[in-house]
């Protein structure tokens, strides 16, 4: 279904699209995406900000899935369904390797070496007999830029088993992922 920020991009001269669906793939490959002043005369601010957006989630999902961009901008006008699908399919390459990248950035942090001891609180503050046993938990984490991150938790049983039941559910998400690119 066509998003109304992109239908902004109907009235719009064609050199002006093209020029606009180049600068938000600059933005995604790293470089000087797309300003307001440039667009002032054709864009309000916030129309402007929604198709931006709308152009860089049209485009990632294209790069991403390997959808063709007229499935994702359903309804929107032939000449812009084209303009897009060309910019896309011209700059394939260094938008797949700029997604690599961001996807890196998030998930090429490890797990480096962790450490862990249960202690059992006796009393507290506010409680004389608490009994409750705590977990300290403490992760190193290492960084794809060679930088180390000290992660400590101090978790009670119920925090612990919280944690865990998130752990097991991120575990399947990544399974379901991995599997379906195999």
Not at 12 to 27: A, G, N, R, Y
Not at 101 to 113: A, N, P, R
């Amino acid at each position: 279904m066509m998003s109304v920020s992109l239908a902004a991009l109907a009235g719009c001269p064609e050199e002006t699209t093209i020029k606009l669906v180049h600068e938000v793939i600059d933005k995604i490959c790293g470089g000087v995406g797309p300003r307001l002043p440039d667009y002032g005369k054709t864009f309000s601010p916030g129309v402007f900000h929604e198709t931006i957006v709308s152009l860089t989630t049209v485009t990632k999902k294209a790069i991403g899935t390997d959808t063709p961009v007229g499935e994702l901008v359903d309804g929107l006008p032939e000449n812009i369904t084209n303009v897009i699908t060309n910019a896309v399919e011209a700059r394939n390459s260094h938008l797949k390797e700029a997604l690599m990248q961001e996807t890196c950035k998030i998930g090429c942090s490890y797990l480096k070496d962790f450490d862990w001891n249960v202690k059992l609180a006796v009393s507290s503050d506010t409680t004389t007999n608490l009994d409750e046993p705590l977990l300290h938990f403490s992760l190193k984490v290492a960084h794809p830029d060679s930088s180390e991150e000290d992660v400590r938790m101090e978790l009670s049983k119920h925090e612990l088993r919280a944690l865990i039941a998130k752990m097991e559910k991120a575990n399947e998400a990544l399974r379901d992922v991995k599997g379906s690119f195999e």
